[in-house]
């Protein structure tokens, strides 16, 4: 298993209650979310940039 430091841009359309759900989602199609946090909103776009680490599975 590998660890990894990506990060993500997530639309802030959806209702702060479902965004951490949302933030999650995005994550997993990367990996197995460890930590994740919000490091920027740019409310002209719309967009929050989420920073995390994610691990995957090592290939053989």
Not at 36 to 49: L, N, P, Q, S
């Amino acid at each position: 298993m590998t660890t990894h430091f990506i990060t993500a841009e997530i639309d802030l359309t959806a209702s702060p209650q479902d965004l951490p759900k949302q933030i999650e989602a995005e994550l997993e199609k990367r990996g197995e979310p460890l930590r994740w946090a919000v490091t920027e909103v740019d409310e002209t776009t719309g967009k929050a940039k989420v920073e995390a680490v994610v691990t995957q599975p090592t290939q053989a």
